[in-house]
């Protein structure tokens, strides 16, 4: 394989972009881009780390032919991922000592800060990489393979590059759109990951003390043609599911005086341009979500709030998320982080996001709510802090108003941000506060929350099974921020099916597959059925199989529950 490339997707994870499965970020995409911009004809195939994994000897031996291997990854918001592993650093270190003729190059957000193991710990550096990579990106990763190829030389890339514009990026992401047919997901529950804008509004004010956005420079926007090329590119190859989830604030695409205001004036018509354009450019999609919004942003400006929201409730598709990064709900917390909003703001962009989201859609679940994020171990915390964020939630529960999910995490440390010089001090002085808080909020917020916005009784259509977990099937659906469903029993993988929900967890449900086949269901599956009490479900099993649900009637009769059946 002279002119063979081979990329190593060991998934990244960002607080405005995530690329762990189902879901493709755009790194893989644009670095495919820029070599298919320089060799047309080049092969580039592309392995996930769980692939490589699985099929150590069939990756070493393709890739030890390979002219460059270019392995991205980064987790620098970790969470638990029900889709695949990130790569480990000792991963990272073998697979590149272990390979020796290729050109190895590294990029990806562990190259330009480090990796995160969970949240508290400071992230390691990669320094003790450089060794192990011909290559260390530090600036944008597709930019140094582009200018690599090119040049057929590593010495004349400078891997601090970094764009100023999107125009070589929507060259890029059209010509890399085809990597998606070789991904895991492709054909089944794949959603991509597009890119409106790098950088955020507030790095004029310094940003918040903990995040590596500001880091990004000056905010760079991408064209509404740029993104629905690369949408119809996507599309062209069978790509139905798409998240606008590279960005630090959705309500703030092409917003008026950027650069000039900590919170630019919005820009509707753009926010509207931008979703009518990937509506044309991808006319049968099956998911469109976003993902962060800011908070300051709605609350200082509600009325191009409003409007933007309506905006995205007429051409997105339900079940999506607008994840708010509220922090804190401490004053003097919010001060001392330079934190974007005050716990008044924060729920104004609550109750403006309720206002036209809540509604219900045709797959279950409403059509926009907000997502809270929390972060802790932030400079001035105390154990006030906690109770401050406790009533702030609480507030929101009594207040009616309904929330996707809370994240609780703490924060982890990067390089270069303000909170490098504190650590982890506030993290280990508050440990036990932080354990006490999530265990309460767990309880007291999240199952009363969850039971309001997934009620028993509610459908959930069109949810993937993806794999088991004991004798339980969990199953999610497509899209932003997916609720987990567990059904207790082994159904086949890689199904499509819909699901009743019947109970809550604090972060999960309980579903079983709607309607029930009461003539093939597990006897576990028909016990769980509200409404069936088990002597009735032990006569059904000996009386099946029945013709229609008529013959049901003498066993069961109450209507609702028939309803949930058929044979
Ligand atoms: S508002 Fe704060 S947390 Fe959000 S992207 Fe900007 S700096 Fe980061």
Redesign the pocket.
Known sequence: MEEGYVIVDGYTDE??GLGVPPYLDVYPRYVAGAIWSNLPSAQVIYFTIDEVRRSLDVFLKIASKAKAIIFIAGVSVPGKYLGGTPISLEELEFLSRVLEKPVKILGGPVAIFGIGKEGGRIAELPSRLGDSFDLVVRGDIELAVYRFIRERSLEKVDPYERRTDFGLIDMFAVKGAKIVLQHPNYSRNLIIELETFRG????IVG??S??I??LYGKVIFRSVKGIAAEVKALYSYGVKCFRLGRQ??IYSYMAHDTGKYEFPKPNPRAVELLFKSIRNAAPNLKVLHID?A?P?TLANHPTEARKITKIIVKYHTPGDVAAL?V?SADPKVIKLNN??ASPEESLEAVRIINEMGARRGYNGLPHLLPGINFVFGLIGETKETYILNYEFLKRILEEGLLVRRINLRQVLVFPRTRMWDVGTRVINRNKQYFKVFKEKIRKEIDLPMFRRVVPRGTILREVYTEAYEGKNTLARQIGSYPILVYIPDLLPLGKFIDVLVIDHGYRSVTGVPYPLNVNKSSRRLLEKLPGISQRTVAKILVRRPFKSLEDLRTLVREEQVLKWLRV
């Open positions: 607080p405005a955020c509004p507030r790095a940003g918040c903990f995040c956005e500001p630090t604030d962060n800011n300051g990064g922090e934190l974007k």
